[in-house]
């Protein structure tokens, strides 16, 4: 089994490779688990494939269709699935997308992809009992590249920046007519990454995660 299969697969289910790493001991990885991948919406075309299934008529559409999904793939490649809800206990997927040499922390504090920019989502995990090689990683973060750095003064309630994130601040702004833009469109300092903006992402979906997100 190759890297190369393995994402083809998940490509093909709408799905894509957003982090690899092979575990060691202090990783928290399931056990046996010698190559883990985490798996994030495949886009272009990841929100039509969504609301085309059975599992958006039903309440958390994402996580059922990911259960649905990230399971299939599994039972095909022989992987064990993970997920990042279910919880709690919830696994530790953030240190995994930071030990995946792919993601890191942005200047807000939020994690950024490579491909994925300050949409990143995992939508689940698969752990392999065999050592699969793995493309070479990224030599830095996209972050120190982007000399403007716009997601540092994005927010419109100043409660997302480089002194940290405020969710009380952000709340309160989501609740008034000012937060009018974020709820239809999506955090304005996610949307305010280079790397979003050609990511592909549907203005639509933004919104269902926004929704989400609110009502908490």
């Known amino acids: 089994m190759t890297y190369q299969g393995i994402q083809a697969a998940c490509n093909h289910a ?17 056990t046996n688990c010698k190559s883990l991948m985490l798996l994030g919406p495949l886009e272009p075309g990841f ?3 969504l609301t085309a299934s059975p599992e958006f008529a039903n309440p958390d ?10 399971g299939q793939l599994a039972t095909e490649l022989n992987a064990t699935p993970i997920f990042p809800f279910g919880g709690p206990p ?3 997927f953030v240190s995994w997308a ?9 200047p807000v504090s939020l994690m950024v992809h490579e491909v994925a920019g300050l949409f990143l989502s995992f939508r689940g995990a698969l752990a392999f009992t065999e050592t699969i090689e793995l493309p070479e990683n990224p030599k830095a973060s996209p972050c120190e590249a982007c000399k403007e750095k716009p997601c540092l003064t994005a927010c419109p309630a100043d409660a997302l ?8 601040v952000c709340h309160h702004w989501l609740d008034g007519n000012s937060g009018k833009p974020c709820m ?17 992402r549907l203005q639509v979906q933004s919104a269902h995660h926004m929704r989400a997100f609110h009502k908490g």
């Open 14 to 30: 709408g799905l894509s490779i957003i982090g690899a790493f092979h575990p060691t001991k202090t990783d928290n990885a399931p």
């Open 90 to 92: 919830f696994q530790p």
């Open 61 to 70: 559409p994402v996580d059922q269709w990911s259960m649905r999904v990230v």
């Open 161 to 168: 920046n480089a002194n940290g994130y405020d969710l009380d």
């Open 98 to 106: 930071l030990r995946s040499g792919r993601v890191w922390q942005s």
């Open 184 to 200: 239809t469109g999506g955090c304005m300092v996610r949307r305010a990454c280079p790397i979003s903006q050609s990511y592909g």
């Open 47 to 49: 929100w039509p494939r």
